[in-house]
């Protein structure tokens, strides 16, 4: 029903920033809330950031708050993480999620589709 592809993702530097991006298709697009979500070696995946069906309210965890931007473009079918400011601590695999309803929020269990992920890495 849903298929998301994530790109974006490289090696980069402390301190060097990147935009991701996640490309979903199938039909109404902005009727999804849509979240990134992202998993380290060895760690659960933790959330990143939620943004709702027409991107009027954004969600962050407090680790990339500041620093990180969630946007989406619904005619294009996208969502964006801007992520600035990037440190080491930063490195995992990021997911993109679509969510069942307005009330998604931070847990895994919230959404219903997932992409299968781009690998950010930062280091010196």
């Known amino acids: 029903q849903v298929q998301l592809v994530e790109s974006g993702g490289g090696l980069v530097q402390p301190g060097d920033s990147l935009r991701l991006s996640c490309a979903a298709s199938g039909r109404n697009f902005g009727n999804y809330p849509m979240a990134w979500f992202r998993q380290a070696p060895g760690e659960d995946r933790e959330f990143v950031a939620k943004?709702?069906?027409?991107?009027?309210?954004?969600y962050y965890s407090d680790s990339v708050k500041g620093r990180f931007t969630i946007s989406r473009d619904n005619a294009k079918n996208t969502v964006y993480l801007q992520m600035n400011s990037l440190k080491p601590e930063d490195t995992a695999v990021y997911y993109c999620?679509?969510?069942?309803?307005?009330?998604?929020?931070?847990?895994?269990?919230?959404?219903?589709?997932w992409g299968q992920g781009t690998q950010v890495t930062v280091s010196s």
């Open positions: 999620a679509a969510g069942a309803t307005y009330y998604s929020g931070a847990t895994q269990s919230d959404y219903n589709y």
């Open positions: 943004v709702s069906g027409i991107g009027r309210y954004t």
